[in-house]
């Protein structure tokens, strides 16, 4: 085994440690808060109204962690190449009006202003629905809980065979020296908001443009506006991608 080829090894198994030990923590500590939760119940601690609100505090909890073993297990499926994707002419346009109309609500609970730009026209292209849905989800979940802004923009353009998907808040923006490594996996910009993200929102997104045959980066000013931009080619032959 060559140098280089050992660096990397060493590399990779680094990084493996690193998400192992973060998983152990990231699943122990709610698990442990929810155990403690349950037993207060169990034991009669709790009673009355107190009582009830152990029991939706844990029942929160275990969706929470749900949640965060939903997005593991997703993935790692992502990492060892074993998603199935399955591809379908859609018209990207009305899907994507689709899934905004969801997320007026959530806007409004979180006192988001809100503004979508998407043209009236259809454009079709092939995609796996549910893929590019949890694309678009997760960037708009990652505004919201993470930048710190009160306005989120999506907006929808299409030039030169590929369709631009551009979405922008106006919050508290990334630092330059974290700009390169948002996509990466367990990579958390601000450390006081660990507790609030897994780390592999974006690195999942990331996945899901390139099986997409797409591109996605960031821009941001500190202090003004992020904005994530994933580039899409139309008119490709997707069924090739799809396993």
């Known amino acids: 085994m060559n140098n280089e080829k050992l660096a990397g090894f060493k590399k990779a198994e680094q990084s493996n440690k690193l998400l192992m030990t ?4 990231d699943v122990r500590t709610p698990l442990t808060s929810l155990l403690g939760y349950l037993e207060a119940i169990d034991k009669g601690i709790v009673a009355g109204e107190e009582k009830d609100q152990y029991i939706q505090t844990a029942r929160a909890k275990a969706q929470d962690l749900k949640e965060y073993i939903d997005i593991l297990f997703e993935w790692f499926k992502l990492d060892a190449k074993e998603q199935t ?3 379908e002419y859609l018209d990207i346009y009305e899907v994507t009006r689709d899934i ?37 989800n997760n960037l708009l979940q990652n505004a919201i809980t993470h930048s710190g802004g009160s306005l989120i923009e999506l907006i929808m353009d299409y030039r030169n065979d590929q369709v631009k998907i551009k979405i922008r808040d106006n919050g508290r923006g990334i ?20 507790s609030k993200s897994s780390g592999l929102g974006l690195s999942i997104v990331r996945e899901l443009v390139k099986a997409h045959n797409g591109k996605i980066y960031v821009e941001s000013q500190s202090a003004q506006s ?18």
């Open 22 to 25: 973060s998983l152990s923590h």
């Open 175 to 194: 630092a330059d020296k974290d700009l390169p490594y948002v996509f990466d996996r367990l990579y958390v910009c601000d450390p006081s908001r660990k």
């Open 226 to 243: 992020t904005q994530f931009i994933v580039m899409m080619p139309v008119r490709t032959d997707m069924e090739t991608n799809a396993r």
């Open 100 to 136: 905004v109309a969801g997320w007026i609500a959530i806007f409004d609970k979180h006192q988001f202003q809100y503004s979508i730009s998407i043209p009236s026209n259809e454009l079709y292209l092939f995609l796996d629905k549910n893929a590019y849905k949890r694309i678009i």
């Open 85 to 87: 994707f399955h591809f």
